[in-house]
């Protein structure tokens, strides 16, 4: 069995590719647009000149998977309930993704030692998707 996060953007979702490629290194492993699905979505469910929205994607970040959409394109993200924990190599690679992903978005801790790792912090990133971020000291 194996557990990978899907994540809907409501309309934002290649916005959210560039960013994870920019500040992550994120790599596309497949992108499908409505378009070029083989099976168009039902009349009426998606607004009128979604044609170009991602479909389906996939990225690869650090060797994880993450699934994304555009979902039904309402524009209202709703991420709630989870966060994405990123494990960095080293305090200048957490301090990097951390301060890329923070741009538009909300710190809700910042970098800092704690008792369980020499640095983490969290945030949510201007998609609202929390992140918290850090290096394990492994």
Known sequence: MKIDPYLFYEGRCEEAIELYKSALGAEVQMMMRNSESPAPAPEGMLPPGSGH???HASLLIKGALIMMSDG???GQTAFKGFSISLDCA???EARAAFEALAVGG???MPLSQTFWAPLFGMLD???GVGWMIGVSGN
């Open 53 to 55: 929205k991602i479909l």
């Open 72 to 74: 039904m394109c309402s």
């Open 90 to 92: 080293n305090e200048a």
């Open 106 to 108: 909300q710190v809700k």
């Open 125 to 127: 990133d201007k998609f």
